[in-house]
């Protein structure tokens, strides 16, 4: 009873919005990587990354578990 997010459709821009809109209706963020899908993920957000907080949780073999929030407003 999850919903998903793809962020390989995600525009980089529209990583921090989408993440604060979500938190906004109570959810909590995570995104699940695979084996490549890490280093794709860290390239493609890369100059926005720094919006959010980026907690690692865990990880299962290859698959990488993070949980994303928004920063707090300074």
């Known amino acids: 009873n999850r919903d998903t ?3 390989d459709f995600l525009e980089p821009d ?3 919005p989408a993440i604060r809109e979500l938190e906004a209706q109570g959810r909590t963020v995570y995104v699940v990587l695979e084996g490549d899908e890490v280093g794709m993920f860290e390239s493609r957000f890369a100059r926005v990354i720094d919006q959010l907080n980026v907690e690692h ?3 299962l073999r290859n698959v990488h578990f993070r949980r994303l929030s928004a920063r707090a407003a300074p």
């Open 5 to 7: 997010l793809r962020w």
């Open 57 to 59: 949780v865990g990880r």
């Open 14 to 16: 529209a990583l921090a």
